[in-house]
């Protein structure tokens, strides 16, 4: 079998069997497994899922990292590999970064006594659920670590197509709940109550307002109600109705002013209708920021492997990669992956021409980078 061969069959395997967040057992075990027969050692982190290995020699340490979780989706892509777990399917392509990033690591520890230093690769669970990085730098994963580097792939993207930026890339992703609580009354006496889905209609549309008029219009924000709920039959107005939606901005600024006005403008329908709203926020990944240095070397890398390289635009999703971009320097690059359907769709179906040629770009970013620290 050739790399390539290998590196495709062990991503079919993955996306055969494919597992939840924190759940990653059998593919925690299969990727000990792979690395541990091609002579890579497991380092000794207390992990329940998840799996670190190093390459190498010496003080200096660059990190690559996949992530390694599925989604909640049944696959309805038509595949021979298709996923054997029931309602679950590797629709984010983790199964494919992870055959990435053993790949790279087949290849650097190929080269292991010309390495200046060690390359550290991460296999990291939860990234769906956004923990999964705190728990690897919790364990200690990034300890020595001079700059990490990882990748997603790119759907809208060609296979050979390579993108990135430097600074602000993915978003602050933040979760809200509005629960608005009027009075519920007989649907043909409404004076007698206060009518929550009114109030909630029309909280709806305000919401729009404060993106498309409050904030500047060269900021990056999305501010999108995903559910509403409320009521029950066609003769009763209900007592409450609760909304749900998520805000996505790139800069902290802009992300504390939108959800401070989403404050005010509940509590001043409250008291106009003289209603009680209750806001609820839960925060979720922060923005991802890139290095500049970085990135821009993560680039001229891709130039010499062969890519097409631009500029990404600002991505309005979360990656829990962020996390590691706080404490350490380093890159979050985008690979073509040529899929009809995008991310996290049940017929998504990524070019498999995407992983070997990524094998060798990473493995050679990794060598690069540790002559430059
Ligand atoms: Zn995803
Ligand atoms: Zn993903």
């Not at 679950?88 to 292991?112: F, I, Q």
């Not at 109705?241 to 800069?251: D, I, M, N």
Request: glycine share 8%; proline share 4%.
């Amino acid at each position: 079998m050739s790399f390539e061969q290998q590196l495709i069959a062990w991503r079919r395997e993955l996306h055969q069997f494919p597992e939840l967040s924190l759940q990653e057992v059998a593919t925690t075990a299969r990727i000990r497994d792979w690395l541990q027969t091609a002579g890579l050692p497991i380092l000794p982190f207390a992990l329940k899922t998840g799996v670190v290995t190093e390459v190498g020699k010496g003080e200096k340490v660059i990190a690559l990292r996949a992530d390694i979780d599925a989604l909640p989706i049944e696959e309805a892509a038509n595949v021979a590999f298709r996923s054997q777990n029931a309602g679950v399917m590797h629709a984010c392509g983790h199964d494919v970064h992870t055959s990435v990033m053993l790949g790279a690591a087949l290849l650097l520890k190929a080269r292991e006594a010309e390495l200046p230093g060690r390359v550290r690769i991460l296999f990291q669970p939860a990234e769906e659920s956004f923990g999964g990085a705190k728990t690897l730098i919790r364990a200690g994963a990034l300890e020595g670590v001079s700059a990490i580097f990882g990748m997603h792939n790119e759907p809208g993207l060609p296979v050979g197509a390579f993108a990135t930026r430097g600074g602000a890339f993915y978003a602050n992703v933040d979760r809200f709940v509005l629960r608005v609580h009027g009075k519920g009354a007989h649907a043909a006496r409404p004076h007698e109550g206060k009518d929550a889905i009114l109030l909630a209609s029309q909280l709806v549309s305000i919401l729009q307002s404060v993106a498309s008029r409050e904030v500047n219009t060269l900021d990056s924000v999305v501010l999108s109600v995903t559910r509403i709920q409320g009521g029950n039959t066609w003769n009763v107005l209900p007592e409450n109705v609760e909304l749900e939606g998520t805000l996505r901005t790139h800069s902290t600024d802009v992300q504390q002013q939108v959800k401070t006005r989403v404050s005010e403008i509940a509590a001043g329908f409250a008291s106009a209708f003289n209603a009680q709203i209750d806001v609820i926020w839960h925060a979720g990944p922060t923005a991802l920021v890139n290095t500049p240095e970085w990135a821009e070397f993560a680039t001229t890398v891709a130039d010499e492997a062969g890519y097409q390289t631009a500029k990404a635009d600002l991505h309005m999703g979360g990656e829990d990669f962020a996390v590691y971009l706080q404490q350490t320097p380093g890159a979050f690059v985008s690979i073509g992956s040529a899929s009809e359907y995008g991310l996290h769709h049940p017929a998504f179906n990524p070019d498999e021409k995407l992983i070997a040629p990524a094998a060798h770009y990473f493995a050679a970013l990794a060598e690069k980078a540790l002559h430059n620290i």
